[in-house]
């Protein structure tokens, strides 16, 4: 009789610790990305200042560093097209979009936390959406692409290791 109260009811799935730490880290840090999108919507115009006038001294620092005049201007040119998207609307239009798809990833999560599959294509649909998004409202040039795509590494590795578990969830 004891020994049946220690042993797992093999009907009812057991998260493992990889589960468990993937779920912990979408936790933080999709619970980060909802907050800070949000503050972002309030403090955009200050936002788009900081990011010209960093994107500013960075184009400096390429017309000054540069190795061939052709690729400073070329790269100048990729900098400029993604400043150029850097408008207090666009910024708070991004800010409510990123809320909602990293909110769309907290959703995910927590289904994951309860073994459900579905979670994980609710934070597969939030990442793919932010990095689409993200690119549309940057400019859509390969610039865009690539800023997309480094802003949103991380969930792009979480959903790889949460489709590596999905054995272990259920329908």
Request: aromatic content about 12%; hydrophobic content about 50%; proline content about 2%.
């Amino acid at each position: 009789m004891i020994g049946e109260l220690n042993e797992p009811d093999p009907k009812i799935p057991v998260r493992n610790r990889y589960i468990t730490i993937l779920c912990i880290v979408t936790f933080v840090i999709s619970g980060m990305g909802v907050t800070n999108n949000v503050l972002g919507y309030f403090d955009a115009d200050k936002q788009v200042v900081n990011m010209t006038l960093a994107m500013t001294k960075a184009t400096a620092d390429i017309k000054q560093n540069a190795f061939s005049k052709e690729n400073a201007d070329a790269v100048i040119g990729m900098v400029n097209s993604i400043t150029s998207s850097f408008t207090g609307d666009n910024f708070r239009l991004l800010s409510i979009f990123m809320a909602v798809t990293s909110f769309i990833c907290l959703i995910g999560g927590l289904l994951i936390w309860q073994l459900n599959k579905i979670g994980f294509h609710f934070y597969l649909v939030g990442t793919l959406s932010s990095i689409l998004l993200t690119f549309l409202l940057m400019g859509s040039n390969v610039m865009s692409l690539f800023l997309s795509l480094f802003m949103n590494i991380f969930g792009i590795l979480i959903a790889f290791f949460f489709a590596m578990n999905l054995r272990y969830m259920k329908d």
